[in-house]
């Protein structure tokens, strides 16, 4: 970069920390768009891989789009 003046200074957004939820609150996001079966496979996954269910749903939509993708161009 010219002038040494980073992208970074010329951003308008404000850094923000990630605030922390509920595994309540995690539940009932979830469960507006998971139904009941999926869910508990999500729930017994997040606790399998001991991480919080946002980070298992994720993982699991993470890796199902990379199969889709895969076979799209296979």
């Known amino acids: 970069m010219s002038g ?5 200074a010329d951003s308008t957004h404000a850094p923000h920390p990630a605030n922390r ?3 309540g609150y995690q539940k009932a996001r979830v ?4 139904n ?11 606790d399998e891989w001991d ?3 946002t980070e298992a749903v994720r993982r699991v939509l993470s890796s199902g789009l990379q199969n889709i993708m895969q076979a799209d161009t296979g």
């Open 21 to 23: 939820v509920s595994t």
């Open 51 to 53: 991480v919080p269910l």
């Open 31 to 34: 469960n507006v768009f998971v």
């Open 4 to 8: 040494g003046i980073s992208v970074a």
């Open 36 to 46: 009941p079966a999926h869910r508990h496979q999500l729930d017994a996954l997040a």
